[in-house]
């Protein structure tokens, strides 16, 4: 009996079938076995043209094999190294680090990480390692197969990166991140250890003069030189950092008391004495610092940069070149100094219902005539009396609005000035001074760039009764910009006169070469000259020295008849003062000319 197979075709011989599935078998084979020698032959290419360096070891990590990259990466001869340790190529300092590798490799016979190897050289490098074992038929390990990269560019990208990140570009100091940085963990220590530190919060003083008036090249210079300066001050492991614009603050640690912390203070400051060699010129700046000690006046590092800031705005209050300690009632005080600010802000958007001019006759003592008028701001800040311009105008000038607020006040005086000619009053024929701050003098600083005698001759034609007032300390160097600027001013009809002349410094050969009409004696200086004959012979010399230059003498703060008297008897002709008459509006002016009974000299 024969049995069919069922795979048997019935026209095909016995067996026929069986040939078929082992001739597909054998195919199947082929394929697999054509396959394989493929990837072996990928294989051998990766590892022989790949950019990874590959090295293969014994279970006691000696090297059996190591691929062409490796030998790029290292420097050695990949037959040279066969039979050697791995640790041959690593870095000493790394040992424990490798010890560590080692014992997890055992455990889970895989290893990744960032290492630090040496190479043929001697040269460091870090590479990225990756480390994987290989098994035999009975499951133990035959072999390690260590595959890493070169990472030095990618580290130098990140530490240029990271330098990027914590350093100021333009001095190479610290910037705030990295002080941030360092001051938390400064605290962190000193809290541990029981120590005091502190922040010095430095500040230089007029530098936005020097800034505006010479250029931002000019101010960059400064800047890197004063931070060079500061920086030699402190100790190696203390920390000078550029917290903005012409802030800096230095990090004091360890040791620190309030004497150490004074005298590196007192350094700063003597350091920034000698002049700086500027764009081709030497330069004289200072500098207020406010000092903030850890843990006593504060724990939290924000709150003790800010008690640091408002110390140095103390230092500044007090004069240049000074230092301050933090104190906790000031910081009160800098809140409604931050009221006053936004208060102050306000105001100037809407000058008219916030602000009023007051006008003081100036009186001939002679003839008892009025030959001039002062045009006097006040501010109307709800909720008070009204502010004289000593109690809001240093505000202003700090937040840059004094330029804004000048000019709204020559603007209502011109327009009311040509109210006065419109209506054929008599106060028309009087002179009108007004006082302005120094930053007119400096082009690249005033509202819109825009230079004071373009901003005049947009309101008027005719600015022959003007009289611009300017404190003597403006004048006290002697730059180009406003010599300029003032001559302008003069061929426009204005007249120029100073003010406060006894209240501060002022340089007389300078002030020869300037086209100067009056000169305004400050009242302090005559309030004792009907009392004091030294008083008297003062006021009296300095009037003759003006004379001499040919600048008119004016007299403020006059409030009695004998102090009237006295002046006039040293040939003072010009004074102003509540004896005369107070600051008025302009209806009052009116009415006070009318009561008076005098016409304008």
Request: include cysteine.
């Amino acid at each position: 009996m024969v049995t069919k197979h069922m795979n048997d075709d019935p026209g095909q011989p016995p067996g026929a079938g069986h040939g078929t599935r082992f001739h597909g078998l054998l195919e199947q084979d082929l394929r697999l076995a054509a396959a394989n020698a493929v990837r072996r032959d990928f294989a051998e290419l990766a590892f022989d043209h790949g950019p990874v360096g590959i090295i293969i070891t014994d279970p006691r990590h000696r090297v059996l094999i190591a691929n062409p990259a490796f030998s790029v990466i290292t420097g050695y001869d990949r037959n040279e190294v066969i039979g050697w340790d791995i640790d041959v190529f690593h870095s000493h300092e790394q040992k424990p680090e490798y010890h560590e590798q080692r014992q997890q490799l055992a455990r889970e016979h895989h290893w990744q990480g960032e290492v630090l190897c040496r190479r043929k050289n001697g040269e460091y490098y870090p590479e990225l390692l990756a480390i994987d074992a290989v098994y035999d038929e009975t499951g133990q390990v035959s072999h390690y197969v260590r595959a890493f990269i070169d990472i030095s560019a990618l580290k130098a990208n990140e530490s240029q990166l990271r330098l990027k990140a914590h350093y100021d570009p333009l001095t190479g100091l610290a910037n705030r991140l990295l002080l941030n940085d360092r001051l938390e963990h400064a605290m962190r220590h000193a809290e541990r250890r029981d120590h005091t530190l502190a922040l010095l919060f430095i500040d230089l003083d007029c530098f936005k003069r020097i800034n505006d008036s010479l250029g931002h090249a000019a101010g960059d210079q400064l800047l890197k030189q004063a931070g060079r300066r500061l920086a030699r001050m402190l100790r190696e492991n203390d920390t000078l950092a550029r917290f903005g614009g012409d802030e800096f603050v230095a990090l004091l640690e360890h040791d620190v008391s309030e004497v150490s912390a004074q005298n590196v203070a007192l350094r700063l400051l003597e350091a920034l004495e000698p002049p700086f060699w500027v764009a081709g010129r030497h330069l004289t700046i200072s500098a207020s610092i406010g000092i903030a000690l850890y843990p006593q006046d504060s724990e939290d590092a924000e709150e003790l940069l800010r008690h640091a800031d408002t110390a140095m705005y103390a230092a500044k209050r007090s004069g240049h070149g000074r230092f301050a300690f933090a104190d906790k009632a000031l910081s009160r005080d800098m809140q409604v100094q931050l009221q006053r600010e936004i208060a102050l802000r306000e105001a100037l958007d809407a000058p008219s219902r916030h602000f009023k001019l007051l006008y003081q006759p100036q009186i001939d003592l002679g003839t008892g005539h009025p030959v001039g008028l002062e045009a006097l701001v006040r501010w109307h800040s709800p909720g008070q009396d009204p502010l004289l311009p000593r109690q809001f105008l240093p505000l202003a000038r700090s937040l840059g609005l004094a330029v804004r607020l000048d000019r709204w006040v020559i603007g209502q005086v011109i327009r009311q000035h040509q109210r006065w000619q419109a209506s054929g009053s008599a106060l028309a024929k009087l002179s009108v001074a007004v006082n302005i701050v120094d930053q007119h003098l400096l082009g690249s600083n005033t509202l819109d760039r825009q230079p004071l005698d373009h901003f005049l001759r947009a309101y008027t034609e005719d600015a022959s009764w003007l009289t611009l007032e300017i404190t003597c300390d403006s004048l006290a160097s002697a730059p180009d910009e406003p010599h300029h600027l003032l001559r302008r001013l003069q061929r426009l009809g204005v007249k120029l006169a100073i003010d406060e002349l006894g209240d501060s410094q002022v340089n007389f050969a300078y002030l020869s070469r300037l086209p100067i009409h009056q000169a305004k004696l400050s009242g302090a200086l005559v309030a004792s000259v009907a009392r004091q004959e030294r008083s008297r012979l003062l006021i009296g010399g300095i009037h003759r020295l003006l004379a001499n230059l040919g600048v008119k003498c004016v007299v403020v703060g006059v409030e009695n008849q004998p102090t009237a008297e006295a002046l006039l008897a040293e040939g003072i002709l010009v004074a102003q003062g509540n004896h005369f008459a107070a600051p008025m509006s302009v209806e009052s002016l009116a009415e006070w000319l009318e009561e008076e009974g005098t016409t304008p000299a």
